[in-house]
């Protein structure tokens, strides 16, 4: 396997563990504006990924069918969304700062389903980071190795913020900081799981490409809409959380389209 493709899978774990070992610096959670503008910045940073590196190139892919050249990347999203709807609605799980759990009735305790919401929200990058490494191994063109690393460095900036938000947490729950680093750490290892799956998928099924793409970015935007955009912007200062988000859209978009 080709060094850069393995360094760019790993790209957003390393995010993800990085901020995880916030727990052996930080006494206590991260302040709630703090809390705020990261998020603000992760859902702007997945945005701006979603168009950008995902659907527009679904759509490059599939020029030849003139006007309906848009159909694969509907489709694609579509179904992106709808998948995760039905994740949402099956998986037990408890976002950061709610007491009241999500989806099927379970007798997880707390740690567990904070872990498990966390992992849900990175399924979605972890496939969109598969999906569009597997462009660049198709040799199309339309996807570059440079704008394939700019979306893995996107979406470790937005883990860096992810892994202190979900160890912070545990530590304050009662966890010691070893366990809470390894569990914070350990909801981001279903990110390169879901890449090396999306890439063998297209290696499978070539002409799948441009809906896995779509698929990857319709998962991404539930995760914004449906988790992100509501915990940047409740309480008060929220604009802090829209500052926040045009700043990880106009990161995201700089890094590729320069590096594209």
């Known amino acids: 396997m ?13 995010g993800t563990t990085l901020g995880a070992s916030c727990v052996f610096f930080l006494k206590k959670e991260i302040n709630p504006n703090l809390q705020r503008g ?10 701006a990924a979603s168009v950008w590196s995902l659907l527009i190139p679904a759509m490059d892919m599939c020029e030849d069918m003139g006007k309906l050249a848009f159909m694969p990347a509907l489709i694609g999203f579509l179904l992106g969304i709808g998948f995760l709807l039905l994740v949402d609605s099956l ?6 700062g709610s007491e009241e759990p999500e989806g099927r009735k379970s007798s997880l ?51 860096f913020p992810e892994g202190a938000i979900i160890s912070l947490p545990l530590r304050s729950a009662g966890n010691s900081r070893r366990k809470s680093f390894v569990l ?12 090396v799956l999306a890439i063998l998928l297209a290696g499978f099924v070539t002409p799948i490409l441009p809906y896995m793409l779509a698929f990857a970015a319709g998962a991404m935007i539930y995760v914004v809409v449906e988790e992100l955009v509501p915990e940047a912007s409740t309480g008060e200062h929220s604009n802090l959380g829209t500052i926040a988000f045009a700043f990880g859209f106009a990161i995201m978009m700089i890094l590729d389209v320069a590096l594209s």
């Not at 990261?38 to 945005?47: D, E, H, Q, R």
């Not at 969109?128 to 394939?148: H, K, P, R």
Request: net charge negative; glycine share 16%.
């Open 184 to 195: 914070g750490m350990l909801s981001g290892i279903v990110e390169p799981i879901g890449a």
């Open 91 to 96: 998986v037990p799980h408890l976002h950061v």
């Open 109 to 159: 305790g707390k740690t567990a389903m904070l872990i498990l919401a966390v992992t849900i929200h990175n399924f979605p990058e972890g496939a969109a980071c598969g999906a569009i490494f597997a462009g660049v191994l198709s040799g199309e063109g339309t996807v570059t190795m440079a704008g394939a690393i700019a979306l893995a460095i996107g979406i470790a900036i937005q883990n």
């Open 2 to 14: 080709d060094t850069n493709l393995i360094i760019g899978l790993l790209i957003p774990f390393v």
């Open 38 to 47: 990261f998020t603000g910045f992760a859902a702007g940073v997945m945005v």
